[in-house]
């Protein structure tokens, strides 16, 4: 059986983009956490084989996702509110994940104190990545 892990390398390669990200392994599990500023923006483990991605959402953003795309759902294992699981499927390009990391990411900043934060959440824009 091929795994489809082309969404965790792609939100994986779109995170190590952003300013002030760092990514980490948790001792415990077989999860990998990305961070800004010492709080999750994105979590990548393995449901019963299947690899995904979960990102910090705007709760009614997330809403419309998992209405519009059947390969989103809602945070495995987060706030089903503000969380989101992306899964591979032919609903999601790659320029929606790199959109989504953005935007989970943005949405950390935010949240964090103005002298603390790498980036202005209110004009940061990331340039396309290369396909």
């Not at 983009?17 to 956490?33: A, K, R, Y």
């Not at 209405?67 to 509110?81: E, F, L, T």
């Not at 209110?122 to 396909?131: E, G, T």
Request: proline share 8%.
């Amino acid at each position: 059986m091929q795994i489809d892990k082309a969404v965790q390398d792609r939100a994986a390669a779109r995170a190590a983009e952003l300013p002030g990200s760092e990514h980490t392994h948790q001792v415990t599990g077989d999860w990998e956490v990305w961070k800004v500023g010492g709080k999750v923006f994105m979590l990548q483990t393995s449901m019963p084989g299947e690899p995904v991605v979960i990102l910090k959402a705007d709760p009614s953003d997330a809403e419309t996702l998992r209405a519009a795309h059947a390969s989103i759902s809602p945070g495995y294992h987060m706030n089903k509110k503000h969380w989101i699981t992306v899964r591979a499927g032919a609903d999601v390009e790659p320029a929606l994940v790199d959109n989504l990391v953005t935007e989970s990411y943005l949405l950390v900043v935010a949240g964090l104190p103005k002298q603390s934060r790498p980036v202005d959440p209110a004009s940061f824009r990331v340039p396309p990545s290369a396909d």
